[in-house]
């Protein structure tokens, strides 16, 4: 299964247009779940809620879609990255794609490619190829290693940093999952400042090296049994 998660804040009318491109692309809604963050205290609640029985009622019982109102108090952008850390604690699926309610699929049967890969291999997909990683799809494994996605708001660029610097990006450069972007490009400098901030540089470290250790131990952990095998194999002959 693959969890799809967005925050949403004051922006039903995006995230109903991000529902309805899932809906139109992906091949069996069985394949995967939603779980949407909103705020119980945002002011378009309301709208969110009949968003929520909206979805309810129009598709079939495999449109599987929940909204959870955020234990953590909106403090903006600043914040982002616990909004999905807290999303990413109540998936259920091997992978977790995380998109924005200003986000679109373009393209058919998404889930389908995302499901050629193994989420064992602790991955992270770059749907954007070259591009920068916009809308990182994380194997869960890799997620329950670190406890989190980020620890920075800017949770695209740590995640896929962690799996890059470990050689576990996956660049999707044909063009199998398009999502576009539709929300204008923020100038976030606080928070930029703070992801290059030696505090946060370390604790970025920190993540990298225990992906690091978590993938020589499965690596370990095959030739052991590789080992076994032949040795299973050779008592035989």
Not at 4 to 10: H, N, T
Not at 70 to 76: A, D, I, Q, Y
Not at 99 to 107: A, E, G, K, M, Q
Request: hydrophobic share 35%.
């Amino acid at each position: 299964m693959i969890s799809v998660l967005i925050p949403s804040y004051r922006n039903p009318t995006g995230l109903a247009d991000c529902l309805a491109s899932i809906l139109r692309t992906v091949s069996d809604t069985r394949n995967i779940e939603i779980l949407i963050r909103i705020d119980n205290d945002d002011p378009k609640s309301l709208e969110y809620k009949c968003l929520e029985e909206f979805n309810k009622r129009a598709f079939n019982p495999n449109w599987n879609i929940k909204f959870i109102e955020s234990k953590v108090k909106e403090r903006g952008y600043e914040n982002l990255h616990l909004f999905v850390n807290e999303l990413a604690s109540q998936a259920n699926g091997d992978w977790l794609m995380l998109l924005t309610d200003d986000s679109i699929i373009r393209s058919k049967n998404w889930d389908l490619e995302i499901n050629k890969y193994y989420p064992r291999d602790l991955v992270v997909l770059n749907p954007c190829g070259q591009g920068l990683n916009l809308f990182p799809i994380v194997a869960y494994s890799v997620y329950d290693i670190l406890g989190h996605i980020s620890l920075n708001s800017h949770y695209d660029t740590w995640i896929s940093s962690v799996a890059h610097e470990n050689g576990k990006q996956i660049r999707l450069n044909n063009g199998e999952i398009q999502i576009e972007h539709l929300g204008k490009v923020n100038n976030h400098t606080e928070t930029s400042n703070a992801y290059y901030s030696k505090e946060m540089r370390d604790l970025l470290q920190k993540d990298i090296l225990q992906l690091k250790l978590a993938i020589s131990m499965d690596k370990a952990n095959e030739e052991y049994g590789q080992a076994l095998k032949n040795l299973a194999e050779g008592d035989t002959k």
